[in-house]
């Protein structure tokens, strides 16, 4: 990922919560969590497929008639991928509970910046799918060369188990960098890759510089290293980033905050960031989980999380621009490898 030539964004509100998410722009209407996911859910059972593996959900017939319904008949067969990628982990997502993580930017810029090691820790999930949201505005990532840079909004991920006939099982995750979210735009972008963990495979990424040249992050904007900003132009770089997020989800529990969903408004200020509708978490410093909210482990398999749907508190955003959002949603992928390879749809990472 690279990117052009862009001044740095003027200050805008951001809010204290959550943002919406792309689940809710694009899957929180048109009945998907009341009729199109639990039917794909109904199929998945009766077929004896686990809908986590992205190789399995693209068997499922009710998928395919579900993406005939956000998708123009004459779109390419690149943008019937990516919109396939998006409703793959919009589902798991719904499936799990709609687990939705803030990183908070002291955090953030923690992991960036004193680049805690992660020796012994093997990559897992809090729960299958998660969707771990960036601090507005602060990492920054462009599809291909010749697109501007935009913001990171956060990581859609799934983790399934993987088998080998030649070796023990591992972990597969596939993962879904969404980029591009803001108020005046119908859609925004997504950058799908995916990698193993497990014994014998390889994690050169965790270690190994993420850029050819120059330190990890580090800002191509203009004036964006006097602003604070960071850049992601790697896929191990994106790696790097979700995996130390992950790891501090897991290592300090005391630091996590379940909130409540955002009270509906019956319209949003001008200039102001729309809220999510969902149960969040926030990750923070020296944080204490709410009373009677419970703290979050890592997940051994998919198995391990309840998945008959999301979390009743949760509370689905409308959003004017959800019939518009899928159309809109471009894609490109990575070129860095994790066991290998970790592979990417489209443009360089």
């Not at 859910?41 to 068997?59: I, L």
């Not at 991920?157 to 108020?183: A, K, N």
Request: charged content about 25%; proline content about 9%; hydrophobic content about 40%.
């Amino acid at each position: 990922m690279t990117d052009g030539p862009q001044q740095v964004p003027q200050p805008r509100a951001v809010p204290a919560g959550a943002r919406l998410t792309p689940y809710e722009l694009v899957f929180g209407e048109a009945g998907f969590e009341t009729r199109i996911f639990p039917s794909l859910v109904d199929e998945a059972e009766g077929n004896g497929d686990d809908p986590a593996s992205r190789e399995r959900f693209a068997f499922l017939t009710l998928a395919a008639d579900a993406l005939r319904g956000v998708i123009p008949t004459e779109a390419p067969r690149e943008a019937t991928e990516q919109h396939r990628a998006l409703l793959y982990h919009s589902f798991n997502f719904w499936r799990f509970g709609r687990r939705l993580y803030l990183l908070e930017k002291p955090v953030a810029r923690y992991l960036v910046e004193a680049a805690p090691g992660l020796d012994g820790w093997e990559m897992r999930l809090p729960h299958p799918s998660v969707y771990l949201q960036l601090p507005a505005n602060l990492f920054w990532a462009s599809i291909s060369a010749d697109v501007p840079p935009e913001p990171v909004d956060g990581f859609f991920v799934v983790q399934s188990r993987g088998t080998d006939p030649l070796g023990p099982p591992y972990h597969h995750f596939e993962v879904l960098m969404v980029l591009g979210i803001r108020r005046e735009r119908a859609g925004f972008s997504i950058i799908p890759f995916d990698l193993e963990v497990g014994p014998g495979i390889a994690d050169d990424w965790a270690d190994a510089p993420g850029r050819d040249a120059g330190p990890d992050f580090a800002s191509v904007l203009p004036g964006g290293e006097a602003a604070g900003l960071y850049s992601i132009l790697t896929t191990g770089e994106a790696l790097k980033l979700l995996a130390r997020a992950l790891w501090y989800i897991q290592a300090h529990p005391e630091d996590l905050v379940h909130e409540q969903p955002a009270e509906r408004r019956t319209r949003d200020r001008p200039g102001t960031v729309a809220l999510s509708r969902l149960a969040w978490c926030r990750v923070g410093f020296g944080g204490a989980a709410s009373p009677g909210a419970p703290v979050d482990g890592p997940a051994d398999s998919a198995d391990s999380a309840d998945s008959a749907g999301p979390a009743d508190s949760a509370d689905p955003a409308r959003s004017a621009d959800a019939a518009d959002a899928a159309d809109s949603a471009g894609s490109a992928g990575g070129d860095d490898s994790a066991r290998g390879r970790a592979a990417g749809e489209g443009a360089g990472a």
